[in-house]
Structure formats: structure tokens, C-alpha cells
């Protein structure tokens, strides 16, 4: 199945790329790694601002705490320095919010796994 990257942001080696589609993170965790890719992660404010630029809309990032809540890690397992959180977040809302958008603001919010959102890949 074809799957075409549209916009782009590179900081240093990583690029940003997003498909343009919304999908349950269980689907973007396996479309990027289609691509020996992984779920955006920004590590950084510049990285950050990177994935805004690509994402037109409310993106996945590469972050759970489905293992202990409120312990955010990356898709390798390891915890993160840079977090970004909106204000009040990650509340866990309605005890469900085990995965992470970046809000158009720039901002990160904890969202339910299930839901769809766009999908952001890094290279
Ligand atoms: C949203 O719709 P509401 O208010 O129950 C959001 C939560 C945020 C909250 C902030 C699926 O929840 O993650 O913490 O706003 N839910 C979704 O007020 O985006
Ligand atoms: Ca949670
Ligand atoms: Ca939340």
C-alpha cells in the first residue's frame, strides 16, 4: 500500500515527514515503522517547532505512559527530559490518556491511544 509524505522539516539528521492522515496510534506506530521510521519525538524546543511547522493539524507524538501512569517514555522505552505540556496536562482525563498530541499551540496534551489523530513520522 502507498503511502505519500507531503510536507517536511529537517533539524540536523532528523527529518520530520507527515502523511496527512489521522489514525489510532497503534496505526501511526505501524506506518512509520513501515518506513524504519519512528513516531515523531521532539527532543528539543527546535524539534519541536519542526513538528508544529509539519503538522497542519493536532498530532501523535512518539510517548506513552501506558506501562505506569504518568511516567512518560519514548517508543524505546527510555524517559524523556524535554516535555512540553499544555497547562493542567497530563491530567489522564477520565482515566484513558495514555498517549500524547502536540496541540497546534505547541503545546502537548494526553489523549486517548484510541483516537485518531494526524501522523507524524521521524526519519
Ligand atoms: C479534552 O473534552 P474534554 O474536556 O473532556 C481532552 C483532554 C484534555 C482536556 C483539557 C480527547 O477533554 O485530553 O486534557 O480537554 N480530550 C481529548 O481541558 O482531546
Ligand atoms: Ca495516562
Ligand atoms: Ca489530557
Do not use: H
Request: a neutral charge.
Amino acid at each position: 500500500k502507498w503511502v505519500f509524505f507531503s510536507t517536511s522539516e529537517q533539524v540536523g539528521n532528523k527529518y520530520f515527514m507527515s502523511t496527512g492522515k489521522k489514525l489510532s496510534f497503534y496505526r501511526a506506530k505501524a506506518v512509520c515503522s513501515q518506513f524504519q521510521a519512528s513516531v515523531a519525538t521532539p527532543r528539543n524546543a527546535e524539534e519541536n517547532k519542526a513538528v508544529q511547522k509539519v503538522a497542519r493539524d493536532i498530532a501523535y507524538l512518539g510517548l506513552t505512559d501506558e506501562r505506569t501512569e504518568n511516567r512518560f517514555l519514548d517508543l524505546t522505552g527510555r524517559s524523556v527530559q524535554y516535555t512540553n505540556w499544555n497547562g493542567g496536562e497530563p491530567n489522564n482525563a477520565d482515566n484513558g490518556e495514555d498517549c500524547v498530541v502536540l496541540l497546534t499551540n505547541g503545546k502537548w496534551n494526553d489523549v486517548p491511544c484510541s483516537d485518531s489523530f494526524l501522523v507524524v513520522c521521524e526519519f
